[in-house]
């Protein structure tokens, strides 16, 4: 079983920044995109960004030009760099990840969600 662990959510205020990180952990595995997702009170879960195992990025409109997703991918591991973070960045982030497993193939795999408040 892979499992993700998130890291770093937590109170900001408006114009802050924050780092989320998320590592993968387990057995023989390998990881191909890794991404960020957020679902806010009442709302759809929805993308924030996403990057490939070779470095391919893509960003949600909402967080473009303030938001910067990296990997390290010896690490297993994926970072969200979030500034100038406005209140409507309010959620729980998701990281998300596509494994392959000999057992299994491939599969979408989510961790547990990190809440990030944006608020003064």
């Known amino acids: 079983q892979v499992q993700l662990g998130e890291s770093g959510g937590g109170l900001v205020q408006p114009g802050g920044s924050l780092r989320l990180s998320c590592t993968a952990s387990g057995n023989n595995f390998v990881l191909n995109t890794m991404g960020w997702y957020r679902q806010a009170p009442g709302k759809e879960r929805e993308l924030v960004a996403t990057i490939t195992s070779g470095g391919t990025t893509t960003y949600a409109d909402s967080v473009k030009g303030r938001s910067t997703i990296s990997r390290d991918n010896a690490r297993n591991t994926v970072s969200l760099q979030m500034n100038a973070l406005k209140v409507e960045d309010t959620a729980v982030y998701y990281c998300?990840?596509?494994?392959?497993?000999?057992?299994?193939?491939?599969?979408?795999?989510w961790g547990q969600g990190t809440q990030v408040t944006v608020s003064s």
């Open positions: 998300n990840a596509d494994v392959w497993r000999p057992s299994r193939g491939w599969y979408d795999t």
